[in-house]
């Protein structure tokens, strides 16, 4: 229970919250129709059309949009110059709170995950949560659906291997599921139903989450000092990234998130966001109110709901559970793709999971700020095949009037201030456009000048403002490919085009040029098609639409070059795109990148091999005692029972499939086959005991070979 002298904030009047939604958003609708009075006397002046009627609507939808960000900016600089009290974190005392007795799970779901970096911010988190003296108030879950059976293995391996290192028998738990329904969120739910009252809070990890132990506690003593609170989200912080493309986002991130989050928080407060991780859930309110429905159709818009974090925080908002932005909590981190092309794949997952989100908008009893969370997420995507229409209209519109030999101004402006040229009337729309995208990194960096300490974390002011520069131009040439990426997404997905929801791929490979050609030929084809038409249209404004024609035609090398490590690298010596983590690297992320640097020098890959991970839980006797006690445990838990009968598992047919295995060996059974005898806790005690005793000619060659390998090692 709460401590007695617990001390909440007051709740903000409704109306008080009223004034300030209807405050911020008037600012950006205001903003946005003067700049779009602006822009219909410039397309007033050369005669109106239909296509000038599309051209005006889309610019006002993409201006809107461009000016929220922009007040956001404005909005958190000004809070964070002058500081505020309406936040969670401005709780009096609530690093006082006594949260002796209180439980929390802190679970990790992971889905065909890299083993080796999940348990290694794993046994980050966990040393540093021990060094505050509150270990004995957590616990730990791996929450498996891996569906590659030598990846279930190495999990289950490295797992215990954790375990005895850390004398932590009974804090860290392993469990994979059986059957693998509702993703993510149906993960979560599978373990809630199983284990979720004994623990007050969960905290929800990604796969590449680590977490600072006192940030651990300070989430839960924050739940207890404020009760009303059901779901308090950090704000991660990026690290680890060594590719230029992942330091260039990584920099952003760190530079850009603190303004743009607190001008969030202003209008937001306890009606905020969740974003799938790095997170405290108050359990009980969320097993009771958070169980997602299936949508109604058929792919991608129907069925189970992809992206389950927004959703979730509406659902919690909708039964008075206050949702917080813990923005200025330090101490969460979490990790990025390191390329293009792997950022735009996490980006199409995305996509399908923001756009059925229009299925829930209008859903019965959501609060009205939930509904503008869900149409923001929403518009992230569909602004991109908006701009791609907008250029193309403003194309057509220009040519069109070359073509017809129509007068450039055939009518005086409708604005009495302004008597300027048609041209200079175009430059001034073009300036103003370009303040309110840039207006807020240019806040971010005042707001860096005003912080010494955090300034110097970024290598000094000069090196950051350089690093915006650098990091504007690269984004710059990024945007006009995460418009043809999202048309695309948008459009695939309005055809009924699944995309599925592969796990992301996190580590730094590099993009070879062949793999980024097969990726970027239509980008690059679009580029040099529509420059050469631009060319031909008029050459003035060819040159205007460089920044992006050359984002499209440049995008193969673009690709490449920013995803390989050694131009990361020499940014780094140059003092580019420096972030705090770099420059004052947290004992986590020392400690985690040390273990990584060991697995790198020990070249761990006996699991690597193809079926090997099932090669070594028949023959390995500590790996099948491991495995085979896992089953057995899970067998005698009533929770699981459906689970197996679903699987098939302890039937006939799977004894069947492990002679079939011996005979023939692994390659002859489907990817389905093989988990289905590994789910079997008869089978794998069998095929262990066969594998050692059957003579070698009763076994398929792939088993001699296995069993002469293993017994040089």
Known sequence: MADAKTISIAPLPRIARGWRLFIFFTSALVLTG????????????????????????????????????????IYGFVLRVFGTRQRITAIADYRGQNIEGVSTAVIFPICNEDAIRVYEGLRATYESLKKTGKLANFDFFILSDTTDADKWVEEERRWYDLVRELDALGKIYYRRRLVN?????????????????????????????????????????????????????????LVNAETLFGRIQQFANRLYAPVFIAGLNYWALDLGNYWGHNAIIRTEPFMQFCDLPQLPGRRPFGGQILSHDFVEAALMLRENWEVWFAYDLEGSFEEAPQSLIENAQRDRRWCQGNLQHSMVLFAKGLRGVSRLHLTLGIFAYLTGPLWLLFLLTFNWIYGYQKYTNLSTI????????????????????????????????FFSLIDLGFDLP????????????????????????????????????????????????????????????????????????????????????????????????????????????????????????????????????????????????????????ISRKQFGGL??????????????????????????????????????????????LLAEG????????????????????????????????????????????????
């Not at 445990?633 to 699987?647: C, G, H, M, W």
């Open 34 to 73: 003067f700049v779009s009075m602006v822009f219909a006397d410039l397309l007033w002046r050369t005669g109106w059309s239909a296509s000038r009627t599309i051209l005006l609507v889309l610019f006002v939808i993409l201006f809107w949009f461009t000016a929220v960000g922009c007040m956001t900016g």
């Open 181 to 237: 329904e509702g993703r993510k969120s149906g993960n979560v739910r599978d373990f809630l139903n199983a284990w979720g009252r004994r623990y007050r809070y969960f905290i929800c990890f990604d796969a590449d989450s680590i977490m600072r132990g006192e940030t651990l506690v300070d989430l839960v003593k924050l739940m207890e000092a404020h009760p009303t609170a059901g779901l308090i989200q950090t704000v991660p912080a």
């Open 410 to 441: 055939t009518y005086p402006a409708f604005t009495p201030y302004l008597h300027v040229s048609g041209r200079a009337h175009a430059l001034l729309i073009f300036i103003v456009c370009m303040v309110v995208l840039m207006l807020p990194k």
């Open 615 to 660: 090669a070594e839980a028949v023959l390995d006797p500590y790996i099948n005692a491991i495995h085979v006690s896992l089953l057995r445990e899970k067998r005698l838990n009533p929770v699981y029972a459906e689970q197996f009968s679903k699987l098939g598992a302890g039937t006939d047919e799977t004894q069947m499939l492990g002679e079939k």
């Open 666 to 713: 692994p390659n002859k059974l489907s990817d389905t086959q093989r988990l289905l005898v590994m789910a079997d806790q008869r089978v794998m005690v069998w095929l262990h005991q066969q594998a050692w005793q059957r003579p070698p000619e009763a076994l398929a060659p792939w088993w001699r070979a296995a069993i002469a390998e293993y017994s040089r090692q």
């Open 454 to 605: 955090r300034r110097r974390q970024f290598g000094g002011l000069a090196r950051a403002t350089l690093s915006v520069v650098c990091e504007t131009i690269f984004s710059t040439l990024h945007a006009p490919l995460q418009m043809l990426w999202h048309t695309r997404f948008v459009v695939t997905n309005f055809l009924g085009m699944s995309t599925g929801w592969p796990s992301q791929k996190r580590a730094d490979a590099g993009t070879p040029w062949l793999y980024a050609a097969r990726r970027h030929w239509g980008h690059t084809l679009v580029g040099l098609i529509w420059g050469t038409l631009m060319w031909l249209l008029d050459p003035t404004l060819f040159f205007w639409f460089t920044p992006v024609l050359a984002g499209m035609a440049l995008s193969i090398p673009l690709s490449v070059l920013t995803s390989r490590s050694k131009y990361g690298i020499r940014a780094r010596q140059a003092g580019l795109f420096l972030t705090p983590e770099e420059t004052e690297p947290p004992e986590e992320i020392v400690s985690l990148r040390a273990q990584m640097k060991l697995h790198e020098l020990v070249a761990e890959t």
